[in-house]
């Protein structure tokens, strides 16, 4: 295995064994559903859907870094919310991907 690998399975392993001991998410956790927002809402078609979703992402979690909160209840609440907004825009995208419609001009593959 790698170095860099090993490093990473120890940062998760580590990070996993903290929120079962200390029982709320910790900030790696919060930025790893922040990636995987982000990237999930990425995967619409619609290019309407997929700016909206990344903007109110970006604004929720910044707003959230803003508050710098220590209170471990809130961010273990904070952290739950996100999940379960995470499992709906899974949902969703999934759906918006069954039923795509033609893709606007600014979506088009093409980089100028």
């Given at each position: 295995m790698s170095i860099v690998l090993?490093?990473?399975?120890?940062?998760?392993?580590?990070?996993?064994l903290k929120t079962i001991i200390f029982g709320f998410a910790t900030k790696y956790e919060i930025e790893s559903l922040l990636k995987e927002t982000l990237e999930e809402a990425k995967k619409f078609n619609n290019y309407n859907f997929k700016e909206y979703f990344t903007?109110?992402?970006?604004e929720v979690f910044d707003e959230f870094w803003k508050t710098n909160e220590k209170d471990?209840?809130?961010?273990?609440?904070?952290?739950d919310e996100r999940k379960q907004e995470l499992e709906v825009l899974k949902r969703q995208t999934k759906i918006d991907n069954l039923y795509s419609t033609k893709k606007f001009v600014i979506d088009s593959d093409e980089k100028k």
């Open positions: 090993q490093k990473n399975l120890k940062k998760h392993i580590t990070s996993n903007r109110r992402t970006n471990e209840s809130k961010i273990q609440q904070f952290y």
